[in-house]
C-alpha cells in the first residue's frame, strides 16, 4: 500500500489549479466513485474516489486506504491474529514472509497506537483520529474529554457548589432554552461569554441548566447541572471551551446523539446549506457574513453540529468572529462593528471582534440539508476562484478538525454522508464576485 501524506492538525490548505472564470460556473464535481465497500458489511466503510474509507473501532479513527491494504486493515480491526494476517500477505498477496511480518506489524502499530504521526513505512495514510479530537468555539480540537495530565491533580475544592459565589454569574437564553453561567474568574468569562452576549438576559429570570466554570491553580474546571464534566490544564483551554459548546448544544436540542461536529461555518438558503471548511484565519467567518448580509442565513461559524442519522446541519447561534483585517470588508455592511468590543487572542497573534448572529427564537430552526462541502482561503488579489477537489483530498483535510460520534452506527453516517457532498476549493478577495458565485452554486444544487 502506498503512504498518503495526510495533513496535520493545524491545516494549511493549498489553493488548487483554479478556473479564471468562476463566475460562469461552467464546470461540473468531477464524478466520484462513492460505493459501499464490501469487505465487510460489520465495520463502518465506504469507498472514496479509488480507495477505502474505513473506520476503526478500537481508537475510534477514520483512515483512507487502497486495495489491497483495505483488506488487511480491515482483518486487524476485526480481531485476526497477526499470523492470520502474515498468511493472508503470503498466499494472497503473494508477498514473502519478511515482508508481510514487517506489513502486518506496520499496519497493526498505526491502527491501534492512540494517537500517532503518519507513519514513513508504506502503510495506510491517517487521516483522522476523532477520539482525541473535542468540539470547540473557536480553536481547533485536540484533547478527550478527560486528559492524561489531569488525573493526577485534585482541585482544591473537588465539589464546585462548596466554593464561594462567583465573581461573576451570566444568564442566556438560547432558542427558548435558558442557562445560567458561573465564572469563577475574568479570563473564564472571556472564554465563553462574548460569543452569547447577544444572548444575555437581564437578573432574575428562571434558568433550566446551569453551568460552572472555574479556574484554579493552572487548571479549569466545568460542571454542567452538578456534575463535572472534567478538568483541563491551561493548555488546553480550546478544549474546555468545546466541552462548553457540547454541552450547551446537548441541552439546546435535548439529545446527546450528534454525528458529529465540524470545525466549519454554514450559511443556509430554504433549508439548504453549504459548509465552509478551513484553517483558522482563512475566511471562513468573513465569508458566513458577507453572505448574511445578502440575505442568507448562518447556521454556525467554527462550530457545527450534524444530526445522527440525517447528517442535516443545525444552528448553533455562536456570534462570529470577526478578524481585524476584515474590518473595512463587512463595517459597511455592519456598521456596529465599529463599536464592538476589541478582543485579543496574544497566543494566535490576532485582534478580532464578534458579530452576533441567530438565537433569539424560541425553538430551534429547522435543520438543513448539506448540499456542498467548500474550503475557503481568503487571498489578496485573487478575484474568486471556484473548483472542485478530489474526495480522498477534502477528507483528509475535514476529519483531523472534526470531533466524530465514537459509535459504529454514527460512523457509518458519516462515511454515508460524506460520499453525498460534492467539494470544493473556494480562492476569494472580491466580495462582489464571491457572492454571485455562491449563489449561483446554490441555485445549481
Known amino acids: 500500500p502506498s503512504t498518503l501524506n495526510p495533513q496535520p492538525s493545524a491545516l494549511s490548505p493549498q489553493p488548487s489549479a483554479i478556473n479564471p472564470q468562476p463566475s460562469t460556473l461552467n464546470h461540473q464535481p468531477s464524478t466520484l466513485n462513492h460505493q459501499p465497500s464490501t469487505i465487510n458489511p460489520s465495520l463502518p466503510t465506504i469507498r472514496i474516489d479509488d480507495q477505502t474509507a474505513i473506520w476503526i473501532p478500537p481508537t475510534n479513527r477514520y483512515i483512507l486506504v487502497p486495495p489491497p491494504a483495505d483488506e488487511i486493515v480491515r482483518r486487524i480491526a476485526t480481531g485476526a491474529s497477526p499470523e492470520d494476517v502474515v498468511h493472508y500477505c503470503q498466499h494472497v498477496l503473494g508477498r514473502p514472509r519478511n ?6 506489524q506496520d499496519i497493526r502499530t498505526l491502527l491501534l497506537a492512540p494517537d500517532c504521526p503518519p507513519s514513513p ?21 485536540t484533547s478527550p474529554t478527560e486528559p492524561t495530565s489531569s488525573k493526577a491533580y485534585q482541585p482544591r475544592h473537588p465539589t464546585p457548589d462548596t466554593r464561594q459565589p462567583p465573581p461573576s454569574t451570566k444568564t442566556y437564553r438560547i432558542f427558548g432554552c435558558t442557562f445560567r453561567i458561573d465564572y ?31 479556574e484554579d491553580r493552572g487548571h479549569f474546571t ?11 490544564p491551561a493548555a488546553q483551554e480550546h478544549v474546555c471551551i468545546g466541552q462548553c459548546g457540547l454541552h450547551m448544544l446537548h441541552k439546546i436540542y435535548a439529545s446527546e446523539d450528534w454525528m458529529g461536529v465540524l470545525h466549519a461555518a454554514a450559511v443556509a438558503q430554504d433549508q439548504q446549506c453549504l459548509i465552509f471548511a478551513g484553517d483558522s484565519g482563512a475566511g471562513k467567518s468573513t465569508l458566513s457574513a458577507l453572505l448574511a448580509a445578502s440575505g442568507l442565513t448562518v447556521l ?15 444552528h448553533f447561534p455562536a456570534a462570529l468572529s470577526v478578524k481585524q483585517q476584515a474590518l473595512d470588508i ?21 485582534i478580532f471582534r464578534y458579530l452576533p448572529i441567530s438565537g433569539h427564537q424560541s425553538t430551534p430552526p429547522p435543520p ?29 483535510r475535514l476529519v483531523p478538525d472534526a470531533w466524530l460520534h465514537p459509535s459504529a452506527q454514527n460512523a457509518q453516517h458519516f462515511l454515508n454522508w460524506f460520499a453525498t457532498l460534492p467539494c470544493y476549493q473556494l480562492t476569494y478577495s472580491n466580495p462582489t464576485t464571491m457572492l454571485t458565485t ?8
Not at 515482508?99 to 502486518?104: A, K, R, V, Y
Not at 454556525?300 to 443545525?314: V, W
Not at 455562491?438 to 444544487?445: F, K, N, P, S
Open 99 to 104: 515482508e508481510s511480518i514487517q506489513m502486518e
Open 121 to 141: 513505512v508504506p502503510t495506510p495514510s491517517e487521516v483522522g483520529i476523532a477520539r482525541n479530537r473535542q468540539p470547540h468555539t473557536h480553536t481547533k480540537p
Open 184 to 214: 469563577a474568574t475574568p479570563h473564564t468569562q472571556d472564554m465563553l461569554h462574548p460569543k452569547f452576549a447577544h444572548l444575555e438576559q437581564g437578573p432574575g429570570i428562571a434558568t433550566q441548566h446551569h453551568f460552572q466554570l472555574l
Open 222 to 232: 466545568l460542571s454542567v447541572d452538578g456534575q463535572r464534566v472534567g478538568i483541563w
Open 300 to 314: 454556525a461559524d467554527d462550530f457545527l453540529p450534524l444530526e445522527s442519522k440525517t447528517g442535516r446541519a443545525c
Open 330 to 350: 463587512l463595517a459597511p455592511r455592519f456598521p456596529a462593528l465599529h463599536k464592538a468590543q476589541i478582543h485579543h487572542a496574544p497566543q494566535q497573534g490576532k
Open 368 to 396: 438543513c440539508t448539506c448540499i456542498g462541502l467548500i474550503f475557503v482561503q481568503y487571498q489578496p488579489d485573487t478575484d474568486c476562484q471556484l473548483e472542485p477537489i478530489p474526495a480522498t483530498e477534502a477528507f483528509q
Open 438 to 445: 455562491i449563489r449561483e452554486l446554490v441555485a445549481r444544487r
